[in-house]
């Protein structure tokens, strides 16, 4: 319906929902007294989004109607919603379970994950978990997991985490990241890199059919290698850290790529 002679007024403000100003996601916009001319029977309010490059989820914000003039507010609340277009892309660079044993040098076990991807990745925001289990075809995931639900890791940079120590070794790890407590095999293992906190089954081994290259069949799975016995043992840097395990690595894009969706408001013009 189009609006009466004289038109339509009304206020129109920017709300913040899971999507905020102060976190710079969208441009805050409060307009007074805005018009629906005479004849006409929609007006295009515009919201501001800002771009980043953090994986995280879709985010919403609300736009609200009040003080319509020669109109009722049928409804006067819309939802905008900022759809995530960054994917992850992480994957495990080195493990090694040999951290305490006898004639050690290194104290703790440790699994380094590696962002290859172009965006970064907040755990806090996308948590990850590691879990490992025996390297046979019959060994399941279990309980030995370590959950990564914080810290920060950037395009090209490597994250630490430091997993249980033995009663051996003589040198303790770089600061890591994160710490857990899962206690490596020497000999061989696999270790899954996976998406959110909830564990693989017990019941299942995801991808390991006995043959490289390992590929998970499951879609939560970012990285799943087979870890074999290094030939020796060498301390992983800040910077490059040299492989230690051989590992059979293929990481799964999280995220689908998508755009900016925005509700509409409704306005009836009042009858005259």
């Known amino acids: ?23 710079n996601d969208y441009a805050a916009r409060n307009l007074k007294s805005q018009t629906i001319p005479a004849g006409q029977q929609a007006y295009l309010f515009d919201v501001n989004v800002n771009g980043d490059t953090l994986v995280e989820p879709n985010e919403t ?13 049928g409804d006067g609340q819309g939802q905008g919603t900022i759809l995530n277009d960054d994917t992850a892309n992480l994957v495990i660079s ?9 004639g050690a040098t290194l104290k703790n076990d440790f699994v380094e994950i590696f962002n ?3 965006t970064m990745v907040d755990f806090s925001i996308t948590p990850y978990l590691v879990q490992y289990a025996s390297a046979n075809a019959s060994g399941n995931f279990g309980s030995d997991k370590t959950n990564l639900t914080s810290g920060t890791i950037a395009p090209g940079k490597y994250f630490l985490l430091q997993e249980a120590a033995g009663s051996g070794g003589t040198t303790n790890l770089p600061t890591p990241d994160a710490t857990g407590s899962i206690a490596l095999t020497t000999a061989s293992g696999k270790v899954a890199l996976v998406a959110g906190t909830t564990a693989l089954s017990a019941t299942t081994c995801p991808g390991d059919d006995g043959a490289s ?8 799975i970012a990285d799943r290698p087979r870890s074999e016995k290094p030939a020796a043992a060498r301390t992983p840097t800040t910077t490059r850290r040299t492989r230690l ?3 059979h690595s293929r990481a799964t894009p999280l995220l689908p790529p998508t755009t900016v969706q925005v509700a509409r408001l ?5 009858m005259m």
């Open 61 to 73: 914000f609300f736009v609200n109607l009040t003080n319509a003039s020669s109109a009722t507010i």
């Open 266 to 270: 409704r306005i009836s013009p009042l």
């Open 116 to 118: 290859r991807g172009s």
């Open 245 to 247: 395990f051989q590992l």
């Open 213 to 220: 290259p390992f590929n998970p069949n499951n879609s939560n």
């Open 1 to 23: 319906m189009a609006a009466p002679t004289g038109g339509i007024t009304f206020d129109i403000v920017t709300q913040d929902g899971t999507a905020t100003v102060a976190g």
């Open 94 to 102: 080195q493990v090694f379970g040999g951290g305490g044993n006898s």
